[in-house]
């Protein structure tokens, strides 16, 4: 005996498809309890539902009852005798489509909303620490800026062991440098040397060092190209996890912030590239941070840079970053102007602008500031000294310091390594000290 079923959409109250540049398309329907698959049919086949009550397979219970009616099929073959259930069957799902008028990255949620801000005690940190470890890095410097008041101090890494210790001294934001990453990867000035894969390459080793526990912030210097290139770069950033990036307006060959004799492209060119990371932050669907930077106060002035950012602001850019600016005043000015949007302040000691500590630049109102050559120059000064002293005196100088293997390994995650291997029941590290 064959029993007469349908096989429903299993029951739910909305599904929520994104439709990538077509907006956020909801999709409900009229809810039908589950029911279990039906028995097979005479000939093999099943019952099936397909959102349309005449879509179904051949062979189905439905067609044989239609042959009954049309005495096709005799009600007295026992072999095929179909039993009607008692209660009408109800009608299947009917999908409906509603388009809503938003741009499809408006449709992912900010699971930071509504979390209440807890501000540690140091000045130099902001993140609630209750959204410290379960958000991607870019979600949560987003929170930093959207649900906090504080200023967010990155120090300058450019390689592992720098990151390592900018985090165990208890930074929470880090400042990937270009010049940085130029000079440590390839031994070379800061010239527009460093390719989109070297920069890509460092990124993604420091982000990922301890994603749970830092966000990083990366320069982009120009893209590296046009609107295509510059969309592959984001993308690229993003898969990497860096959580904010800024991109400028110099010109492809360009040089360090704080080198005479800059070039900047034109305001066309500029907002492209800032329009082309934007719709490729958005497509990704990504909470990464937007930065755009302008250098174009050195040769076109001040006016031109509050022009270029504005613009910039106004196509989608998250923070804003005006480099080389020539004094404190017109650094503050700057915020003024375009204030709330976010600005970051870059300081570079002994370079073209002048020195802003963390207490001025809190009071201007600044949101976000890096210290590129916090790591980079002491680094210098350091290792300089004791390979002077190694070879004038035959000694570094190390002696003493109580700094030995062990110290820096543990910075480098020595210990966290040795857990992972005991708490998988490995013994490769075991009586490691």
């Known amino acids: 005996m064959v029993e007469a079923k349908t096989l429903a959409v299993p029951s739910d109250d909305k599904l929520m498809d994104i439709i990538p540049g077509q907006g956020s398309r909801k999709l409900s329907f009229t809810t039908v309890p589950e029911t279990p698959p039906d028995t097979p049919s005479n000939d093999g086949n099943n019952s099936k539902v397909l959102g ?244 174009a106060n050195q040769q076109l002035g001040y006016d031109e840079c509050m022009l270029r950012l504005k613009a910039a602001r106004d196509c989608g850019a998250d923070v804003g970053l005006l480099e080389g600016f020539k004094s404190k005043e017109e650094a503050a000015r700057a915020v003024k102007e375009l204030a709330p949007w976010p600005l970051l302040l870059n300081i570079v000691e002994n370079g073209h602008s002048p020195l802003i500590t963390v207490d001025e630049a809190r009071d201007m109102g600044f949101r976000i500031m890096i210290f590129s050559f916090a790591g980079l120059a002491p680094a210098y000064m350091a290792i300089k000294a004791a390979y002077e002293k190694l070879r004038h005196e035959g000694i570094t100088g190390i002696q003493g310091s109580g700094v030995g293997p062990r110290v820096l390994f543990d910075v480098c995650g020595l210990k966290e390594a040795v857990e992972v291997d005991a708490n998988a029941g490995g013994e490769d590290y075991k009586g490691l000290t």
């Open 52 to 295: 349309n009550p005449q879509d179904t397979l051949p062979g189905s219970t439905s067609q044989i009852q239609d042959q009954i009616k049309d005495g096709a099929v005799p009600a007295t073959n026992h072999d095929h005798e179909i039993q009607s259930e008692s209660k009408p069957q109800e009608a299947p799902p009917v999908l409906t489509t509603q388009l809503e008028n938003k741009p499809h990255y408006a449709a992912v949620q900010d699971p930071t909303e509504g979390y209440q801000d807890t501000i540690k005690a140091s000045p130099t940190m902001t993140a609630a620490p209750q959204v410290a470890n379960s958000l991607s890095p870019a979600t949560r410097l987003k929170h930093k800026l959207q649900h906090t008041t504080g200023l967010i101090v990155c120090p300058g890494v450019y390689d592992g062991l720098s990151a390592r210790i900018a985090q165990a001294v208890g930074f929470e934001t880090l400042y990937m440098t270009g010049a940085g990453t130029t000079a440590s990867m390839l031994g070379m000035a800061d010239l527009g040397i460093a390719s989109r894969n070297d920069m890509v390459r460092n990124a993604d080793m420091i982000a990922n060092l301890d994603s749970h526990h830092f966000e990083l912030i990366a320069d982009m210097d120009t893209g590296y190209g046009g609107p295509v290139t510059i969309t592959q770069t984001v993308n690229q950033y993003i898969r990497a996890n860096v959580a904010a990036f800024h991109i400028e307006d110099q010109v492809l060959t360009k040089r360090c912030g704080h080198l005479s004799g800059k070039k900047v492209v034109t305001m066309d060119v500029y907002i492209s590239r800032i329009r082309a990371a934007r719709a490729a932050i958005d497509k990704a669907q990504s909470h990464m941070q937007l930065i755009a930077r302008t250098d």
